[in-house]
């Protein structure tokens, strides 16, 4: 941890230094993260984990594909007599559940508005495996002919429409003329079927099976759960031979060439987006390297021009020393330090960094060279009696360089 402290006040002081390169590469990797984590939330909760239901990736539905036609899908509504069929017939779902669109007048004293309903079948709520948030789901006793007519409501209608008041629930709402009391409010994401709230309802073997007198016949899209071990090729083979048999049984529902589809819920909700949403997201990683590659290439810009700034020696009377470059390759002592008569062998400070042999002469005021080993050389201008030149580039060089150092101090003194 000490270390790593270290290096924090390092870079922020280096950050500290140069403010505008130090904004440029915040704001750079900023946009990249800040764009990937708002493409990888999104495939999250719409393709990883798309539904609040428990074990959703075992939901399958049915569909009947005409193969004369070459567009993908096919009829996954089913009558009621055909839903129950399914149901009774299949060995491959250990529950199964329908749901069916209505629309839903709701009158008021500020008068009427339409909502989005969905009638739905024993055991939906349980089978969804998701509780209210206020109140209760549908009984057993709830979907009986002849029950108390009742229905529960969509959590983002209950806020939207009715302030999050919770004071609504037993109370009794006209709903396409019918008095029906709200028994329940469902948790934030629960959004079955997208409807804006459910009511109970039971299919019969009847064959005109309509919701209440004059209306359509109801269609049933069916939801199975698959049992434990069974896949989806499995159910599919299972229920082909279903399908075939009730296909003798309603004709005009069949075509003449057909076969089954078992889709999961989740692809038969988000299927198209898929492809799309994994290409914004290898956009968008791309956009994240580009931004760190933008990064790296100003850091290593930066630490070249900071190499620039090389200050020459120094000598007596502020003129600049100059370094002999056919000196380097000898052999010469690191942290060698030569003065005279306590002088320095540059009135400057130099320092001798890196850790290729190279020397380099100075001219001291004395008369005397001193030389050294390293890569490079730097100055600072430290005063007319400087201790003399410091180099770094040997440790075995170094420690004889600071006897002579200290050896020629008290000369000098």
């Given at each position: 941890m000490g270390t790593l402290g270290q290096d924090l006040r390092y870079a922020l002081r280096n950050l500290g230094k140069t403010p505008g390169f130090a904004i440029v590469a915040m704001i750079t990797l900023a946009l990249g993260i800040g764009a990937s984590t708002a493409i990888f939330s999104v495939i999250d909760n719409i393709l990883m984990e798309p539904f609040p239901y428990p074990d959703?990736?075992?939901?399958?539905?049915?569909?009947?594909?005409?193969?004369?036609?070459?567009?993908?899908?096919?009829?996954?509504?089913?009558s009621g007599p055909e839903f129950l069929d399914y149901v009774e017939q299949n060995h491959v779902f250990d529950r199964v559940i329908?749901?069916?669109?209505?629309?839903?007048?709701?009158?008021?004293?500020?008068?009427?508005?339409?909502?989005?309903?969905?009638?739905?079948?024993?055991?939906?709520?349980?089978?969804?495996?998701?509780?209210?948030?206020?109140?209760?789901?549908?009984?057993?006793?709830?979907?009986?002919?002849?029950?108390p007519p009742v229905f529960v409501l969509r959590y983002k209608v209950w806020v939207k429409q009715f302030g999050a008041d919770p004071?609504?629930?037993?109370?009794?709402f006209a709903l396409n003329g019918t008095p029906r009391t709200l028994i329940g409010i469902m948790p934030p994401r629960f959004g079955w079927g997208d409807a804006d709230m459910w009511i109970p309802a039971k299919p019969s073997k009847a064959v005109t099976n309509s919701a209440y007198a004059g209306a359509f016949p109801q269609f049933w899209f069916l939801l199975g759960h698959l049992k434990p071990g069974v896949s989806m090729k499995e159910a599919q083979s299972d229920l082909t031979v279903v399908?075939?048999?009730?296909?003798?049984?309603?004709?005009?529902?069949?075509?003449?060439?057909?076969?089954?589809?078992?889709?999961?819920?989740?692809?038969?909700?988000?299927?198209?987006?898929?492809t799309t949403l994994f290409i914004?997201?290898?956009?968008?990683?791309?956009?994240?390297?580009?931004?760190?590659?933008?990064?790296?290439?100003?850091?290593?810009?930066?630490?070249?021009?900071?190499?620039?700034?090389?200050?020459?020696?120094?000598?007596?009377?502020?003129?600049?020393?100059?370094?002999?470059?056919?000196?380097?390759?000898?052999?010469?002592?690191?942290?060698?330090?030569?003065?005279?008569?306590?002088?320095a062998a540059g009135v400057g400070r130099t320092e001798v960094s890196g850790g290729?042999?190279?020397?380099?002469?100075?001219?001291?005021?004395?008369?005397?060279?001193?030389?050294?080993?390293?890569?490079?050389?730097?100055?600072?201008?430290?005063?007319?009696?400087?201790?003399?030149?410091?180099?770094?580039?040997?440790?075995?060089?170094?420690?004889?360089?600071?006897?002579?150092?200290?050896?020629?101090q008290r000369q000098g003194g």
């Open positions: 959703a990736q075992r939901f399958m539905s049915v569909l009947i594909h005409d193969t004369e036609r070459s567009e993908p899908g096919g009829r996954a509504g089913f329908a749901n069916d669109n209505l629309d839903v007048l709701y009158r008021s004293g500020e008068g009427t508005e339409r909502f989005n309903g969905n009638f739905v079948t024993p055991g939906t709520f349980e089978f969804l495996g998701m509780p209210a948030l206020l109140g209760r789901v549908m009984q057993p006793a709830d979907y009986e002919p002849g029950a004071g609504i629930v037993n109370k009794t399908a075939q048999r009730l296909a003798t049984v309603y004709p005009k529902d069949y075509p003449k060439h057909f076969s089954v589809q078992v889709e999961s819920l989740t692809n038969l909700v988000v299927g198209r987006f898929r914004v997201l290898a956009a968008v990683g791309l956009l994240l390297l580009i931004g760190c590659g933008n990064v790296a290439n100003l850091a290593a810009g930066k630490s070249d021009d900071a190499g620039k700034g090389v200050c020459h020696p120094v000598g007596a009377g502020g003129e600049p020393m100059e370094i002999d470059p056919a000196a380097s390759g000898g052999e010469h002592d690191a942290g060698d330090r030569r003065s005279r008569g306590g002088h290729i042999d190279a020397a380099a002469d100075y001219p001291g005021r004395g008369g005397d060279k001193a030389e050294y080993a390293g890569a490079a050389v730097h100055a600072v201008r430290s005063g007319d009696h400087a201790a003399g030149v410091r180099a770094g580039a040997s440790a075995e060089g170094g420690a004889e360089g600071l006897e002579r150092t200290a050896a020629g």
